[in-house]
């Protein structure tokens, strides 16, 4: 008989480690047009917010110094580089932050580059990767 609880305990314990506790949601957004009487919309309703575009800084390595882009434009210098990605953070901080170092760039600017994300705001910074193919 102890043996068979032994193993229904161990069982148990299995189960509620394996189990799945995410909230399951019930709600999903939607959007609902409205309209007045006679086909016309109505004008108080707001349009939603619309999705802001990642921030991309591609880290690049030229006569052996780092060069920075963010979304396809060039960066001189560091100063630069700081006061881009803190004019991005007031906009929206929520936005994602792509860094796409070239192979070549030391990892200590891909680094900074990334505490210099952090450091303005961003939460949501990412890597980007190549495929092999």
Not at 5 to 8: E, G, H, P, S
């Given at each position: 008989?102890?043996?068979m609880?032994?193993?229904?305990f ?15 949601e ?19 309703i ?13 880290i ?45 760039v030391?990892?200590?600017y ?20 190549r495929?092999?193919?």
């Open positions: 008989m102890t043996p609880i032994d193993v229904v161990l069982l148990l314990i299995f189960f509620i480690c394996t189990a799945s506790f995410q909230i399951i019930q709600n999903l957004p939607s959007q609902i047009q409205i309209e007045a009487p006679g086909g016309a919309s109505d004008a108080s707001e349009p939603a917010e619309q999705d802001l575009e990642p921030v991309i800084v591609t690049g390595w030229r006569n052996g110094r780092p060069t920075w882009t963010i979304s396809g434009e060039p960066c001189t210098d560091w100063e630069v580089l700081k006061e881009r990605l803190a004019a991005a953070a007031a906009i929206d901080t929520g936005v994602p932050v792509i860094l796409d170092p070239v192979a070549e030391p990892l200590g891909v680094i900074e580059s990334y505490d210099l994300s952090r450091s303005t705001g961003f939460s949501q910074i990412q890597f980007a990767a495929s092999s193919g």
